[in-house]
């Protein structure tokens, strides 16, 4: 096939800004089926109806892009904004949390490989993070991480014990090593997290919960069992390390009020 230029819109989530040069932007995109785009908005600083005099981090809508064979880069062409996100500006700990959605979609996002599901979740949780009340930022973290990871392909065991099959009652390991929950004499070295049945539905929670049920009953305190096994032990061992740039972040300091 010869490689021709071609121009495409798409749903999109900026999940980077660089200046480049006196007026322009250069732009990372998170995109359903185009994956990560790397794409340059000429003249994007300056105002007109194409940017608005610049696109902000965190923005969502519909960019239309021009693919071009040999560049190195697509060039963006208008940004049009479809969502209302100006609440994750109110307040650090909103700002925080969503720089941690779109570190992890920086992470996970990989370029010309389509992940619906990821964006999808990204979406979601930009949308409810902009309303969200501080209190329940982590939750919306760590559902957040729950379905990403279950879009990367790692979405762990909790029905059963991950190890032996068996039935789980009481007290229980999550063990992102053996892919799920576990019996206590079943759980693996490594990183784990001890949780109570209660902990443990909350973990399914995150999963099995459909959106709206959430949003009328948003994760509070009593996730936090579950919130914990998927921020502080199953993120990192999949990344194996935390980038550093989630210091800090609101799903850290889960502590029960
Ligand atoms: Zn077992």
Redesign the pocket.
């Known amino acids: 096939m010869a490689a021709r230029s071609y121009s495409y819109t798409s749903p999109s989530i900026v999940i980077r800004v660089r200046p480049f040069g006196e007026t322009s932007q250069v732009l990372h995109l998170a995109t359903p089926e185009h994956g990560m785009v790397a794409a340059l908005a000429k003249g994007a600083h300056r105002p007109g109806p194409a940017f608005h005099g610049g696109v902000a981090l965190a923005s969502a809508g519909t960019a239309h892009l021009l693919r071009r064979p040999r560049a190195e880069m697509e060039l963006l062409r208008r940004f049009v904004p479809s969502e209302d996100l100006r609440g994750l500006r109110d307040g650090l700990p909103r700002f925080y949390a969503a720089c941690y959605v779109l570190e992890l979609l920086r992470a996970w996002m990989r370029p010309a490989l389509p992940n619906p599901s990821l964006f999808r979740a990204a979406l979601t949780a930009l949308r409810a993070m902009a309303r969200a009340r501080d209190d329940s930022l982590a939750s919306w973290v760590a559902w957040f991480e729950a379905r990403a990871l279950a879009a990367t392909g790692h979405r762990p065991r909790l029905d059963a ?1 991950a ?4 039935p789980l009652e009481g007290r229980v390991y999550f063990s992102p090593a053996a892919g799920g929950l ?2 206590a ?2 759980a693996p070295p490594g990183p784990r997290l001890a949780m109570d049945a209660d902990g443990a539905h909350a973990l399914d929670r995150f999963y099995t919960a459909r959106l709206k049920e959430l949003a009328a009953d948003p994760p509070g305190t009593d996730a936090v069992a579950g919130a914990r096994a998927v921020h502080d032990v199953f993120v990192p061992y999949v990344l194996e390390r935390r980038p550093a740039a989630l210091t800090g972040l609101p799903g850290r300091r889960v502590t029960p009020r």
């Open positions: 014990c190890v032996c099959d068996g576990t019996h004499r079943c």
